[in-house]
């Protein structure tokens, strides 16, 4: 958030600013737990998705620049094991839910009509940096070490959108869209997703 406090000081006084809020995948999904307790094994909910503020300026008369930051949670199952259980000193295994909160950063050149009903298109880069990681597990008897996950490095990927964003007014206006990353991995913050969200227009400065 502190850089688009950043984006805000910067911005000329007659500029012409947009506040957009938004969302993306928010739902409650479910993630398959086998602790070594049999009693608590099954598939347990937790909400994930991610939610955000941007700042988005007018640069040309259909082209406009924006700065979003956004915060978000996903919930992975992970399989651990390494302890010697049973009368012939199996290795025992569990699947924990692990949940990675990060803080996705993008920079994204967006094309608008001046339309009541408009597609919009917008390239850029996305930012996201090393996400913390915690055990959500019901049963965490035997405790494993966080370090035992396997680390997710920081990404920055180059993110294409289209959609379409109808105004409801002269000051706000609502839009969705497909958000689409070039790289390849998938496992957390996905490659492809859908964005929806609120702009509201900020009068210029005199």
């Keep these: 958030m502190k850089l688009l406090l950043l984006l805000l000081l910067a911005i000329p006084i007659r500029a012409q600013l947009t506040i957009d809020a938004f969302a993306s995948g928010i739902s409650r999904r479910s993630t398959y737990e086998s602790p070594y307790s049999a009693a608590t094994t099954g598939f347990r909910s937790n909400w994930a998705g991610a939610a955000g503020l941007g700042a988005e300026v007018r640069v040309r008369q259909h082209f406009s620049i924006e700065l979003a930051v956004e915060k978000r949670r996903d919930v992975e199952s992970v399989t651990l094991g390494g302890r010697l259980c049973g009368p012939y000193h199996n ?116």
Excluded: N
Excluded at 96 to 118: D, G, N, Q
Excluded at 150 to 174: N, T
């Design 91 to 206: 290795t025992c295994f569990a699947t924990h839910r692990v949940l990675l909160s990060s803080t996705p950063i993008s920079l994204l050149a967006r094309y608008e009509l001046p339309l009541r009903f408009s597609p919009i298109a917008s390239a850029g880069v996305r930012y996201v940096p090393s996400p913390d990681v915690r055990d959500l597990s019901a049963s965490r008897e035997p405790a494993f070490p966080l370090s035992f996950i396997s680390p997710r490095p920081r990404r920055v990927s180059a993110e294409v959108s289209l959609g379409a964003l109808w105004r409801m007014s002269r000051s706000v206006a609502v839009y969705a869209e497909a958000r689409s990353l070039t790289r390849i991995e998938a496992e957390w913050d996905p490659k492809h997703r859908i964005q929806a969200g609120v702009r509201i227009r900020i009068p210029a400065r005199s």
